[in-house]
């Protein structure tokens, strides 16, 4: 996949070698094959035109366009250009700049058309657009008046311009026949010549063999300077100095023949020789092979003991992870299921929330409404209030005028007292009035945080994806240690599965916590407008919500619930399905009806998790049997006298049933392996899962210093802390 592929640290080591021989090796070529690289470095354009290289070797690489680091103009001295297994989609129009190009090998790319520039290459000779995408040829072809070779199989050409039979030099074209319209399919199979006299009868020219025009094509291009050049473009010899040379070969051939007559001869007189010493050999062989045999047989008897243990241990082993490849391919199962189930359960909150918000905005005008009619009545309370309150002033004035003849009397005395106790009493006043503004945000802020807590415990969405990141990272610390057990066994094939299945988690952990950052930043958003509506003036603001949360399901559905029998609840709640309550009080569904419900019904309910019907169904088992020995328990007690002795019959008999599949279930994580050692101080326990390998491997001490893993050596990119019991 391409998102994934990345440059691999022996494709580097290659690259920075290569670089360095083009800048130190006099030879005029550049090779950075096979590099895994994008883009082409800009230093090699800089190094094409200041040492004038004229070879440049770009194959087996993903690079998907020449123009992205440098210019085409500083490739003007390439006389061969090779880019065949890369990404290329489309040819920039400066191609034309390289004039002294001679051979274009463009195979195994994606190209879909060939640029109108690229007639210009007057100088080219072979051109290999071999295995792409090509609908047709342009006109503009015509003008490579030296091409010798063209190569057009694999594509979606059809049809050949009339104008390819301008090209007089052309050799060898390469096409494929079956697909060809113009010229026809026979006319194809029959070869280039006859494909280059059709075009010509059609053009109007008469045919001429390319043998006629290539003693221009040859002469032009300059030769080049290195031995390596030399071998890869041979120019062809006159005939008169090939003439001299056969005769120079058979000259040579009867000095040869000569030469080999006198070597026969010492050949035999050396086989004499090598005989009477191999007749003394063999006795000293004798009496080796027999003591080489008998310790051949001790080590033969060794390794088939060792063989036959490594074998058993190796059986196991694979046993063991089939065991882990089927619950890994069940786990990814059951997360797609829950993934569509979750998709259509978030719809309905959505919808749910969208009438919950209606209904707060019917609240607030109701609200206002309330506090209109009930500034109203504070009003009319207060006219009568300030009627009473002219009364009594009255009475007041005739009162003061009949104290202040005794009050004058004894304020003297009392003046120095009293200021002291009002001082006094005022003090205690603004103390307490401190006490309680500050018990006063100690419970709006207490109340918030619970609102808050209350709001991620009823967030479906949010619980979905927290316990979907706990199975993944069980499996991938699981599938780490297999992966290490792997590498001890050097198995291979094994361990490309592990690391697709371990690829696949990873891929999916990250899109899940994802998820769970976005699902809490529109929580963390809706409690800061909700926090923006507190501070417009309500009171007590925190605990209206609070209870408007616990009491946001439909009052229908409330009702449904609660009339639903306490045994379905007790095996729902011990089957942790407690999400499917609402479901079964919808059904109306009766410890009866339960009693009698198959797979089949349970998914036509809507409850798709597989793990979830099973334990529903070993619970309602549980249920019948013990219903079976309470029956039997009340037939006894009924035939035998009822002593006070006797002990009450309790009906909390689940909690032992409880405690052993919670049991079963952590002897199964732990005999899985999860709790494997460190890979680094091998003493703790791996705690630490490393992003994007997916490995858990070292302990939380160790690999805080860590920039690699261990285990693969790729970069540490994130590190989660696993709570593993």
């Given at each position: 996949?391409?998102?994934?592929?990345?440059?691999?640290?022996?494709?580097k080591?290659?690259?920075?070698?290569q670089?360095?021989?083009?800048?130190e090796?006099?030879?005029p070529?550049i090779?950075?094959?096979?590099?895994?690289i994008?883009?082409?470095?800009?230093?090699?354009?800089?190094?094409?035109?200041?040492?004038?290289?004229?070879?440049?070797?770009l194959?087996?690489?993903w690079?998907?366009?020449?123009?992205?680091?440098?210019?085409?103009?500083?490739?003007?001295?390439?006389?061969?250009?090779d880019?065949?297994?890369?990404?290329?989609?489309t040819?920039p129009e400066?191609?034309?700049?390289?004039e002294?190009l001679?051979?274009?090998?463009?195979?195994?790319?994606?190209l879909?058309?060939?640029?109108?520039?690229?007639?210009?290459?007057?100088?080219?000779?072979?051109?290999?657009?071999?295995?792409?995408?090509i609908h047709e040829?342009p006109?503009?072809?015509?003008?490579?008046?030296r091409?010798?070779?063209l190569?057009?199989s694999?594509?979606e050409i059809?049809?050949?311009?009339?104008?390819?039979?301008m090209?007089?030099t052309?050799?060898?074209?390469?096409?494929?026949?079956?697909?060809?319209?113009?010229?026809?399919t026979?006319?194809?199979?029959?070869?280039?010549?006859e494909?280059?006299?059709?075009?010509?009868?059609?053009?109007?020219?008469e045919?001429?063999a390319?043998s006629?025009?290539?003693?221009n094509?040859?002469?032009?291009p300059k030769?080049?300077?290195?031995?390596?050049?030399n071998?890869?473009?041979?120019?062809?010899?006159?005939?008169?100095?090939?003439?001299?040379t056969v005769?120079?070969?058979q000259?040579?051939?009867?000095q040869?023949?000569r030469?080999?007559?006198e070597?026969?001869?010492?050949?035999?007189?050396e086989?004499i020789?090598?005989a009477?010493?191999?007749?003394?050999?063999g006795?000293?062989?004798?009496h080796?092979?027999?003591?080489?045999?008998?310790?051949?047989?001790?080590?033969?008897?060794?390794?088939?003991e060792?063989?036959?243990?490594?074998?058993?241990?190796?059986?196991?082993?694979?046993?063991?992870?089939?065991?882990?490849?089927?619950?890994?391919d069940?786990?990814?199962?059951?997360?797609?299921?829950?993934?569509?189930?979750a998709?259509?359960?978030?719809?309905m909150?959505?919808?749910?929330?969208?009438?919950?918000?209606?209904?707060?905005?019917?609240?607030?005008?109701?609200?206002?409404?309330?506090?209109n009619?009930?500034?109203?009545?504070?009003?009319?309370?207060?006219e009568k209030?300030?009627?009473e309150?002219?009364?009594s002033?009255?009475?007041?004035?005739?009162?003061?005028?009949?104290?202040?003849?005794?009050?004058?009397?004894?304020?003297?005395?009392?003046?120095?007292t009293?200021?002291?106790?009002?001082?006094?009493?005022?003090?205690?006043?603004?103390?307490?009035?401190?006490?309680?503004?500050?018990?006063?945000?100690?419970?709006?802020?207490l109340?918030?945080?619970a609102?808050e807590?209350?709001?991620?415990?009823?967030?479906?969405?949010?619980?979905?994806?927290t316990s979907?990141i706990?199975?993944?990272?069980?499996?991938?610390?699981?599938l780490?240690?297999i992966?290490?057990?792997?590498?001890?066994?050097r198995?291979?094939?094994?361990m490309?599965?592990?690391?697709?299945?371990?690829?696949?988690?990873c891929?999916?952990?990250?899109?899940?916590?994802?998820?769970?950052?976005?699902?809490?930043?529109?929580?963390s958003k809706r409690?800061?407008?909700?926090?923006?509506?507190?501070?417009?003036g309500?009171?007590?603001?925190?605990?209206?919500?609070?209870q408007?949360?616990m009491?946001?399901k439909?009052?229908?559905?409330?009702?449904?619930?609660?009339?639903?029998?306490?045994?379905v609840?007790?095996?729902?709640?011990k089957?942790?399905a407690?999400?499917?309550?609402p479901?079964?009080?919808?059904h109306?569904?009766t410890i009866?009806t339960?009693?009698?419900l198959?797979?089949?019904?349970?998914k036509?309910?809507?409850?798709?998790e597989?793990?979830?019907?099973?334990?529903?169904?070993n619970?309602?088992e549980?249920?019948?049997?013990?219903?079976?020995?309470?029956?039997?328990?009340q037939q006894?007690?009924?035939?035998?006298?009822?002593?006070?002795?006797?002990?009450?019959a309790t009906?909390?008999v689940?909690s032992?049933?409880e405690?052993?599949?919670?049991?079963?279930?952590?002897?199964?994580?732990?005999?899985?392996?999860?709790?494997?050692?460190c890979?680094i101080c091998?003493d703790?326990e791996?705690?630490?899962?490393?992003?994007?390998?997916?490995?858990?491997?070292?302990?939380?001490?160790?690999?805080e210093p860590?920039?690699?893993?261990?285990?693969?050596?790729?970069?540490?990119?994130?590190?989660?802390?696993l709570?593993?019991?």
């Open positions: 996949m391409h998102l994934f592929r990345s440059q691999s640290d022996e494709a080591k290659r690259l920075q070698h670089l360095y021989l083009a800048q090796n006099p030879e070529y090779d950075i094959s096979g590099c895994q994008s883009s082409i470095p800009s230093t090699v354009y800089s190094t094409c035109r200041v040492l004038n290289k004229e070879v440049l070797l194959h087996d690489n690079i998907s366009t020449l123009e992205e680091t440098g210019k085409l103009t500083d490739l003007i001295p390439l006389r061969v250009l880019l065949h297994n890369n990404d290329i989609k040819l400066n191609i034309k700049h390289l002294n001679q051979v274009l090998n463009l195979e195994g790319n994606k879909k058309k060939l640029p109108e520039e690229i007639g210009d290459l007057h100088n080219l000779q072979t051109l290999n657009v071999k295995n792409n995408k040829l006109k503009c072809i015509s003008g490579l008046c091409l010798r070779t190569d057009i694999n594509n059809t049809k050949l311009p009339v104008d390819l039979c090209i007089r052309l050799e060898t074209l390469t096409l494929d026949s079956d697909h060809m319209k113009h010229p026809s026979s006319i194809c199979e029959k070869g280039t010549e494909i280059m006299k059709t075009l010509c009868n059609e053009y109007g020219i045919y001429q390319p006629n025009f290539l003693l094509v040859l002469d032009t030769p080049m300077s290195s031995s390596w050049s071998n890869s473009f041979k120019v062809r010899k006159e005939e008169v100095k090939l003439l001299e005769e120079q070969y000259n040579l051939a009867d040869k023949h030469e080999r007559v070597l026969e001869k010492q050949m035999c007189d086989q020789a090598q009477n010493l191999a007749n003394a050999v006795h000293n062989k004798q080796l092979v027999e003591s080489i045999t008998k310790d051949q047989e001790k080590i033969e008897q060794e390794l088939s060792i063989s036959t243990r490594k074998e058993a241990e190796r059986l196991k082993l694979f046993a063991e992870l089939v065991a882990v490849e089927k619950s890994a069940l786990l990814i199962s059951q997360l797609l299921d829950i993934n569509e189930k998709k259509k359960t978030e719809h909150l959505e919808i749910v929330e969208k009438e919950r918000r209606a209904k707060d905005d019917w609240f607030v005008v109701r609200w206002e409404e309330v506090q009619l009930r500034k109203r009545d504070v009003l009319v309370a207060m209030m300030l009627k309150s002219d009364e002033e009255i009475l007041r004035q005739t009162f003061t005028s009949d104290r202040e003849h005794n009050a004058r009397r004894y304020l003297a005395e009392e003046q120095s009293s200021d002291k106790q009002l001082q006094d009493i005022l003090h205690s006043r603004d103390v307490g009035q401190k006490v309680l503004i500050h018990t006063l945000a100690q419970q709006d802020e109340q918030k945080q609102f807590v209350l709001q991620l415990q009823k967030d479906a969405k949010h619980q979905r994806i979907e706990e199975l993944i990272e069980q499996e991938l610390a699981e780490s240690r992966e290490r057990e792997r590498r001890d066994l198995a291979e094939t094994e490309n599965l592990l690391c697709e299945k371990r690829i696949a988690l891929s999916m952990l990250s899109q899940l916590m994802s998820e769970q950052e976005k699902r809490q930043k529109e929580l409690l800061l407008e909700m926090e923006e509506q507190r501070l417009d309500q009171t007590d603001y925190w605990m209206v919500q609070y408007r949360l009491d946001s439909p009052q229908q559905l409330i009702d449904q619930e609660r009339n639903l029998e306490i045994a609840v007790k095996i729902l709640q089957s942790a407690e999400d499917y309550i479901v079964f009080a919808r109306r569904m009866e339960m009693l009698q198959s797979e089949d019904d349970m036509q309910m809507g409850i798709y597989l793990g979830v019907r099973r334990s529903i169904l619970n309602i549980d249920y019948k049997r013990h219903n079976k020995t309470t029956d039997k328990e006894f007690a009924s035939c035998s006298d009822h002593s006070p002795s006797a002990p009450p009906t909390d689940v032992p049933d405690g052993l599949s919670a049991l079963r279930r952590q002897k199964s994580v732990t005999a899985r392996g999860l709790h494997s050692e890979a091998l703790q791996s705690q630490v899962l490393f992003l994007n390998c997916g490995h858990v491997c070292c302990c939380s001490k160790c690999s860590l920039t690699e893993c261990p285990l693969c050596r790729a970069a540490i990119v994130q590190r989660i802390r709570n593993l019991v």
